[in-house]
């Protein structure tokens, strides 16, 4: 178990809503020591992903729909914890990784009645690359749901740590492995 | 006198407290040299703190639940930035 109180970490889009979704009693109960201790910190991407989420359910729901859409997202923004700016640094940091890993390392996502289309896939991946960067700059722990991609740019920093002068490691906690 | 800006400003008040945890204060303010209000106070910072804390955490965790229930899992994934095809072509 990680000591709730050793952070703050940067949460991952989907690790973020992972944990808050999550029935787990000693996931709620790691959540709840976190949140007394730290605020959650994410990216401006997460918020990017996020809001953009909100949005393109609002804009195919029903009408009667709508207004719970819009009380979702009102409540996310009403307690959002530090984002991070993507700014010079990171902007740099994100850059050198984009260019060591061009493409994403897994296929688009796969699920019942849900294809991700190859240009989507490479939209997240750089959304996640521009994520990693601002851990690592930061140098705050990375808290994930995606380990095949993160791990992949977590191996690429380490083997051309001379394009991440003074940076790194890259530290990542898959979220799974919190509580 | 004016009170400096680190002297925090007190009230004298009667309090009834477990025989216990006055013994333990007691101990505590001994040990210290320190007199017992500020064992007491301190404590009661410092609780005063957690409780803070502790609130501030469940107001989080509520604002959570509200964000993220009533969504599918399919919904989920497009908040979470995973857009489907379908979702794509319509933008």
């Known amino acids: ?179 | 006198m004016k009170a400096s800006r680190h002297q925090k400003r007190t009230r004298r008040t009667t309090l009834t407290l477990p025989a216990d945890s006055l013994l333990a204060a007691q101990r505590i303010a001994r040990a210290r040299k320190i007199n017992l209000s500020t064992v007491i106070s301190e404590a009661l910072s410092d609780g005063l703190r957690a409780f803070a804390s502790a609130e501030r955490s469940e107001q989080v965790l509520r604002a959570y639940q509200k964000a993220f229930t009533g969504f599918s899992e399919q919904e989920m994934l497009i908040l979470d930035g995973v857009l489907p095809d379908s979702v794509s072509e319509r933008r």
């Open chain 1, 1 to 179: 178990m990680i000591d709730p109180s050793s952070g703050p970490f940067l949460f991952d889009t989907s690790a973020e809503s992972w944990l808050a979704r999550s029935k787990d009693s000693h996931v709620r109960s790691w959540f709840g020591a976190y949140l007394a201790t730290h605020r959650v910190h994410v990216s401006a991407v997460t918020i990017v992903e996020r809001i953009r989420g909100y949005a393109l359910l609002s804009l195919r729901a029903p009408e009667n729909r709508k207004d719970q859409i819009e009380r979702a997202r009102i409540a996310y923004l009403s307690e959002i914890g530090r984002v991070w700016s993507l700014d010079g640094g990171v902007s740099v940091v994100a850059g050198e990784i984009m260019a060591l890993l061009p493409l994403p390392p897994s296929p688009p996502r796969k699920a019942h009645q849900f294809i991700e289309s190859r240009q989507e896939r490479l939209v997240r991946w750089r959304f996640d690359c521009m994520i990693a960067a601002t851990a690592l700059v930061s140098r705050m722990t990375l808290v994930h749901n995606n380990a095949q991609d993160f791990e992949s740019i977590r191996k690429a920093i380490e083997t051309s740590p001379e394009r991440f002068p003074t940076l790194g490691p890259l530290g990542l906690i898959r979220c799974n492995s919190l509580a």
